[in-house]
């Protein structure tokens, strides 16, 4: 018994590890201390934690299956500033009005995931194995706002808690979290201090760090004092006129953060791009009047207000504020530039200097050699193809609850577009259509879908169309296949729909065929090296189905899918869309069906990810060719394919026969 807890608290932890897309696990390879043989940073920054930390609590389900929580932010203060602390020369805190003098920019730390993995189960044992997983954010920023490192980490705590008879209390949890927290906060630590660009910032700080002298209060400031500041951003206290009493100049501190859409540091065609600005007033008087300007490329220019508008500011107040917008494509790449200036009607005593951000921005690809089609039209419905007993479930997940989540653009789009396909091209009736977007494709949306809405509408001669645009996540031993829905997180295995699970609902189901098309993102175990990760499965009845099921996969192996950005689709939903208007009938006989649309698809999205952006991208069609799956020449669609087109199916594919146009038989 004891064995199986520990097995389970093992697995909590592998889960965790396996999933933690997008962020880094760290554990300790030995034991003792992790920092031991660090060489210390000659820096001194300042240590500011986001306002998640202040109050942050851990919820969970106690013995009784109540909502509970657990405090955190008494260790995380604590134990978070020893570990830096070991690895900087200097730090310091942030909370009271003043920045330490001689500090070199800000360590942001943000609190990412946090999870208590326990199961008290009945009659009582004496202890329960018990994993407290908890995820940092770190960033550290110099003090012109440059992004010199930034890191998600997760670690976990293993431990053992009891619960004491007529009692709904966990006991124990404490020394658990304490020992998660001690290794995030120590993994943050460490590879802050292996950072590569911290390291050459504190070479460049000792070689030529400028001394600033203080000025004394209602004295006016050199005009030197500003000379890496050149605009007339800010006055100074020389600009006050002489009939105006003396003014005390205030303190400010200024940041700001840009940040893009996919984190990546390149901007594409209307990517969003947000800035964040944060001031504080760390002086003794009112600073009133406030105001970032912006200036730099029109082409970032265009995507903000000119003023950002901050207002007054008390002694010791701080002000946030944001804007995002989308970015143009120009026809080249462009280096383009953003910089952010404080402005005060209060004189300021030290200005702060300008925040510049540079980015790249890749221009809109373009087809080679070919004119993108509206496909976002659907085609006539055709008359021989009609199914009114077809089941059309179509799946887009963009965006995520859990913003550690990447997006995935158009994935919604791809599967509203690809429904009206679908729907038009078989005469569906409406009612036997499902669209799930985004927050409508929560993991019970998608389990109740197949589990429960499906079995109703389905009988021995119904043909399924599932069709899925997002992101999904591969086990690292056995390569099984799990969906990410919108509340489902790369922490949590029990969050994600598993595509076994989907295979089983449609094998209950007894339907006549079922065609699975699936644009999307696979992601390996973090941390694991992806040449070890087995091929993803897909059919985990290895072809038993050949006939009913036939698979179209964005491509084989893990990788990111290509987005289309002049038709606004995934590239691989976007042939398929071009596939069922009628072009992927290579054989010319009028009728498209399912093999000749997956070749069609394949072909070309492998083409254009060479061309335009220079890999592969090598899509997955099961059962292959050769096999004398029946399901493969299943009518998709009423062929518009008059030119000659080079044959790309394989010879024994065009074996089969086949048939006319018309809908399965019952």
């Known amino acids: 018994m004891r064995v199986s807890a520990r097995r389970a608290a093992l697995c909590a932890v592998a889960a965790a590890a396996i999933l933690c897309a997008g962020c880094s696990w760290y554990q300790r390879v030995m034991r003792g201390d992790g920092l031991a043989g660090v060489t210390p940073v000659p820096l001194a920054p300042v240590l500011r934690f986001s306002p998640t930390v202040p109050a942050a609590a851990i919820p969970y389900q106690n013995a009784c299956g109540e909502p509970a929580s657990l405090p955190i932010a008494s260790q995380l203060t604590e134990v978070i500033p020893q570990k830096l602390g070991r690895v900087f020369t200097g730090l310091a805190a942030d909370p009271g009005p003043g920045r330490p003098a001689g500090s070199d920019g800000v ?379 919108f509340d489902g997180t790369t922490s949590a295995i029990h969050r994600l729909y598993s595509v076994r699970r989907l295979q089983e609902s449609l094998a209950r189901a007894s339907i006549h065929k079922a065609i699975l098309m699936f644009d999307v993102s696979l992601e390996p175990a973090p941390g694991v090296d992806p040449a070890t990760v087995p091929q993803p499965v897909w059919d985990a009845e290895g072809g038993e189905r050949k006939d009913q099921m036939m698979w179209m996969v964005a491509h084989k192996g893990l990788q990111e899918a290509h987005g289309y950005e002049p038709a606004r689709h995934g590239l691989f939903t976007y042939h398929l869309l071009r596939g069922l208007q009628g072009l992927a009938d290579v054989d010319h006989d009028g009728t498209v069906v399912a093999g000749e649309l997956c070749t069609y698809a394949r072909s070309h999205t492998n083409r254009i990810a060479r061309e335009q952006f220079g890999n592969e991208q090598d899509p997955l069609c099961l059962p292959p060719p050769g096999q004398g799956a029946m399901v493969r020449i299943h009518p998709m669609a009423k062929g518009n394919n008059p030119k000659p087109a080079k044959k790309e199916e394989a010879a024994p594919a065009a074996q089969n026969s086949k048939p006319g146009p018309v809908g399965p038989t019952p």
């Open 107 to 485: 360590i942001e730390i943000g609190l990412g995931l946090k999870q208590i993995d326990v199961a008290v189960l009945r009659p009582m044992r004496a202890g329960y194995p018990v994993t407290v997983t908890i995820g940092l954010d770190a960033t550290f920023l110099a003090d012109d706002g440059t992004v010199l490192f930034t890191k998600k980490l997760q670690s976990a705590g293993q431990g053992e808690v009891k619960v004491r008879e007529q009692s709904c209390d966990i006991a124990g949890l404490e020394p658990v979290v304490r020992e998660a927290v001690e290794l995030a906060g120590e993994g943050i630590a460490r590879q802050a201090a292996e950072s590569i660009r911290i390291r050459e910032f504190a070479d460049r700080r000792k070689a030529d760090r400028p001394a600033v002298a203080a000025v004394p209060a209602g004295a006016p400031a050199a005009a030197e004092t500003i000379a890496e500041n050149p605009t007339p951003a800010i006055r100074n206290v020389e600009q006050q006129t002489a009939e105006s009493a003396p003014v005390q100049p205030v303190a400010l501190t200024f940041r700001a953060i840009l940040r893009d859409e996919n984190r990546d540091q390149l901007l594409h065609h209307e990517e969003s791009l947000t800035v964040e600005i944060e001031v504080k007033n760390d002086g003794a008087v009112e600073a009133k009047g406030i105001e970032v300007v912006l200036s730099g490329t029109p082409a970032l220019l265009a995507a903000f207000p000119p003023t950002f508008s901050i207002g007054d500011l008390q002694p010791g107040e701080m002000k946030r504020t944001a804007g995002t917008g989308r970015v143009l494509a120009p026809k080249e790449p462009l280096q383009a530039e953003l910089v952010l200036s404080l402005r005060s009607a209060t004189p300021v005593e030290a200005v702060p200097l300008d925040k510049k951000f540079t980015v790249l921005i890749k221009p809109e690809p373009a087809a080679a050699g070919e004119a993108v089609a509206d496909v976002d039209q659907p085609p006539k419905p055709a008359a021989a193809l009609k199914q009114p007993k077809a089941v059309i479930v179509a799946i887009g997940v963009g965006r995520y609850r859990d913003e550690q989540v990447a997006s995935v653009k158009y994935a919604g789009r791809d599967a509203e577009v690809m429904a009206g396909y679908l729907r038009a091209l078989a005469n569906v009736p409406e009612d036997r259509v499902r669209v799930l977007v985004d927050t409508h494709a929560l993991k019970q949306d998608l389990a109740e879908t197949f589990d429960e809405w499906l079995p109703k509408r389905v009988d021995p001669s119904t043909v399924v169309y599932v069709f899925f645009s997002g992101r999904a996540l591969v086990d690292g031993v056995t390569g099984a296949v799990s969906l990410v829905p």
